[in-house]
């Protein structure tokens, strides 16, 4: 099934995105994963262990607003949720992890395919939620 080009520019931020959080020592562990309560764009894991659930919100101008103004206190609720899910299911399959920390970041990306990196505007806001 052939993608909207609003699909292509949201797979398109999330890349960006991902590539940022490699670049900063994160590694991920997951792109668009499923929960109940809905998807998470990227899971990733700092140095320390820390899970982090990464919303990315995509922009190509801010007509609309900034990206990360896409995110209101009901699409915060829900992130929450599916984080909740996701880290519940995680801890099942990795026990040995135990306590180890989770929190909500977004990152909102501003360009559009074929944009130049130097061009690419991206704001990483940690700990939105947790």
């Known amino acids: 099934m052939a993608q909207s080009r609003r699909q292509q520019v949201g797979r398109w931020g999330e890349a960006v995105a991902s590539r940022y959080l490699e670049k900063r020592g994160y590694q991920i562990l997951a792109r668009n994963a499923r929960t109940p309560y809905g998807e998470i764009d990227l899971v990733a894991r700092q140095k320390d262990g820390c899970l982090v659930f ?20 009901r699409k915060l609720k829900h992130m929450v949720a599916a984080a909740e899910a996701y880290w519940l299911a995680f801890l099942e399959q990795h026990p040995e992890i135990g306590d180890q920390s989770w929190r909500i970041d977004v990152i909102a990306v501003q360009g559009k395919p074929g944009t130049k990196v130097e061009d690419i505007q991206i704001e990483h806001f940690e700990n939105v939620a947790s």
């Open 54 to 73: 990464v919303e990315v919100k995509t922009r190509t101008n801010s007509v609309f607003g900034l990206p990360e103004e896409a995110v209101d206190a």
